[in-house]
């Protein structure tokens, strides 16, 4: 089992940045992928930004250079450094983790911290 363990969520004005970290813990193999997805109330949860294993990195439309994903193999730590930030970023984000040592791959969800983005 992996335990995802999210910290740095919280209120920020238009404008601003903020940055989450996430930590894999339990039995974390590689080849594995990390990313944040998010979910805004009365919406689907959706994909901010994931990075593979390897480095590649796969972003929603609406990140546009604002937010950078940042993966540390050998601590299994993933930030998210958001800046610009708009008020329709506020939302829940989730740190997931994608094994691809196994089939089928297992997928591992953080609790969720929030960002709200409010002035």
């Known amino acids: 089992q992996v335990q995802l363990a999210e910290s740095g969520g919280g209120l920020v004005q238009p404008g601003g940045s903020l940055t989450l970290s996430c930590t894999a813990s339990g039995l974390v193999y590689s080849p594995y992928d990390m990313g944040w997805y998010r979910q805004a109330p009365g919406k689907q949860r959706e994909l901010v930004v994931e990075?593979?294993?390897?480095?590649?990195?796969k972003s929603a439309d609406f990140v546009k250079g604002r937010f950078r994903i940042s993966r540390d193999d050998a601590e299994n730590s993933l930030d998210l450094t958001m800046t610009s930030l708009r008020p329709e970023d506020t939302a829940v984000y989730y740190c997931?983790?994608?094994?691809?040592?196994?089939?089928?791959?297992?997928?591992?969800w953080g609790q969720g911290t929030q960002v709200t983005v409010s002035s």
């Open positions: 990075i593979l294993d390897g480095g590649n990195t």
């Open positions: 997931n983790l994608r094994t691809r040592h196994e089939f089928p791959s297992r997928e591992y």
